[in-house]
């Protein structure tokens, strides 16, 4: 029965990145573990192990069309560090459930070995850029764009309708729909969010629809070399690792020029700007320094946003955005 329950306990750092969805819903490999599931069991052979009200759960469910789900007691709760040291061998593990119409090129310029590149029928990769499978698989989906001057190496999964312009970017996941550029390590990227210019991402996690301005910077390594902890709602958390960056949730903007200490953790819809640099526990809305993010004008920017990319705010979605 355990290999049929949906997780959705976690440590309350991940909150940034699990208010608008729930835990079994974060790509942790090439999938996320309901789709992981789904391609083993029967959807009716599945539950829930939530520490949410069955009011938040419901709700989120419904945001994603996801039904009911019996639930179960609690799990153990996930810790971030666990899901930056697992990338690697969850996108090996799920090598074994891609479909067929990923392809071995032999015709890229490629460190490696050739049958640890899966690259969709639909992807295009610039015959100017990199690709290394000497430490791990790369998976590039379908539509994706690897551009010039790129260099990805595994493992690394790059998701549907992603580009990629100038960006080095290893051992990473990234989502749908993101455009990324400069150096990009050790991360998961949620859908539809943009790093597209220089700047370093390390041992960090990012929620969907985030804005990284250029040359925002995290900072994945104290001076000291001690281990990192995390600080959010006034209690410390240790991420038993000395390497770890931010956890920066969904909606997220940055101005350029942004540097985000170690361990830093950043709230929904929060709005970075007006100072260099950022540390700590960030609240959700947070307007420069000393404000607080209009709720309806945060809903009005976010559907220009979502506009963008074919989508919108729909009514359940603000519906809970409004609850924050």
């Not at 049929?4 to 729930?22: G, I, S, Y």
């Not at 764009?145 to 290893?170: E, H, M, N």
């Amino acid at each position: 029965m355990s290999g049929q329950v949906l997780n959705d306990c976690f440590e309350a750092t991940l909150r940034p990145l699990l208010t608008l969805k729930p835990l079994f819903l974060l790509r942790d490999g090439i999938l996320n573990p309901y789709e992981r599931l789904l391609l083993k069991y029967d959807r009716r052979q599945l539950c829930i192990a939530s520490q949410r009200s069955q009011g938040e759960l419901r709700r989120l469910c419904e945001l994603h069309g996801l039904g009911h789900f019996d639930e179960i007691p609690e799990a153990k709760p996930l810790k971030p560090a666990e899901l930056l040291s697992r990338i690697g061998e969850r996108i090996a593990e799920d090598l074994k459930l891609l479909p067929t119409q990923y392809l071995h090129p032999d015709n890229v310029q490629l460190e490696g070995s050739v049958e640890q590149l899966y690259v969709h029928a639909q992807a295009k990769i610039s015959r100017h850029a990199v690709i290394d499978t000497t430490e791990g698989p790369v998976v590039i989906d379908s539509a994706a764009r690897i551009g010039a001057l790129s260099y990805v190496k595994g493992p690394a999964y790059i998701g549907k309708l992603t580009q990629l312009d100038q960006c080095r970017f290893s051992n990473s996941i990234a989502g749908e729909n993101c455009r990324l550029g400069g150096e990009i390590a050790d991360s998961i990227i949620g859908n539809f969010s943009n790093k597209h210019h220089d700047g370093f991402l390390g041992h960090s996690l990012v929620g969907d629809w985030v804005n990284l301005g250029a040359l925002t910077t995290t900072s994945d390594l104290k001076n000291n070399y001690g281990e990192i902890r995390l600080r959010y709602a006034g209690t410390t958390y240790p991420t038993g690792t000395i390497k770890f960056g931010a956890i920066i949730g969904d909606y997220v903007k940055t101005a350029i020029g942004t540097l985000l200490g170690t361990g830093s953790v950043v709230g929904v819809g929060a709005n970075l700007f007006g100072e260099s640099y950022w540390s700590g526990d960030i609240a959700p809305f947070t307007w420069g320094r000393e404000g607080i993010y209009d709720r309806d004008l945060f809903i009005r920017d976010a559907g220009r946003m979502m506009q963008r990319r074919g989508r919108g705010v729909s009514a359940s979605l603000e519906a809970i955005l409004r609850l924050i």
